[in-house]
């Protein structure tokens, strides 16, 4: 059920950018060109909107975890952009050889990125990306997490199913700028998952 939901959301954002294209005559660029990941204008107009509605209609938990890939400006006053652009290459393929399909991985500028879980609560995204750490050592990067629950919705003060995606994203970078200036890995029981949007 949940590969057929992601095969029609795939298929609906192709129609999309068929429709864009014939009707503005302008080719829409889906994807950052240097890494894969998606652009983020893209992510924002087209894709975030499917998944929030989605989590919202079925009530299941949404997950943001922004990544800092650190070192990138020494390898790239060190050895080069080419190089810089060749580790940005390969931290994206790893993304996404651990991700599953239906996990959206967005480059929010240089060297940041932004993972969207649909269906995943932050304990599941934080242990697949500490799996990723402990798996590639050769790539460091700081991570980030937010939550969206679905019984958050019910709080006297919030709409039905109100999901405030650009919250939940600055929350996330907050907590990767704390982790990078604490140099230190995050560990599941200190991630703070009540944070009220």
Same mark, same amino acid.
């Given at each position: ?6 095969? *029609? ?8 950018? =068929? =429709? ?6 302008? /080719? /829409? ?19 975030? %909107? *499917? ?9 299941? %938990?949404? $997950?943001?975890?922004?990544? @800092? ?7 790239? @006053? ?27 991985? /967005? ?19 934080? $242990? #697949? ?7 590639? %050592? ?47 890995? %995050? ?8 944070? #009220? #949007?």
């Amino acid at each position: 059920m949940k590969n057929d939901s992601a095969f *029609i959301t795939r298929i609906k954002q192709f129609w999309f950018a =068929v =429709v864009y294209v014939l009707r503005f005559g302008t /080719v /829409v660029i889906v994807r950052d060109i240097s890494t894969g990941a998606y652009r983020r204008d893209w992510f924002m107009k087209q894709l975030a %909107p *499917i998944e929030i509605e989605r989590a919202r209609r079925h009530k299941h %938990p949404l $997950s943001v975890c922004v990544l @800092d890939l650190d070192g990138l400006k020494t390898v790239n @006053d060190t050895q080069g952009h080419l190089a810089g652009d060749g580790l940005l290459k390969e931290f994206v393929y790893k993304l996404m050889r651990y991700c599953r399909r239906t996990d959206l991985i /967005v480059r929010l500028g240089g060297d940041e990125f932004m993972i969207l879980f649909s269906e995943t609560t932050v304990v599941a995204a934080q $242990s #697949l990306i500490k799996r990723i750490q402990e798996d590639n %050592p050769d790539i460091k990067f700081s991570a980030g997490f937010a939550c969206w629950f679905p019984e958050w919705s019910q709080l006297p003060h919030k709409a039905e199913g109100w999901i405030d995606l650009d919250r939940l994203i600055r929350e996330a970078d907050e907590r990767m700028y704390e982790e990078k200036r604490s140099h230190k890995k %995050p560990a599941v029981e200190e991630v703070a998952t009540d944070v #009220l #949007l």
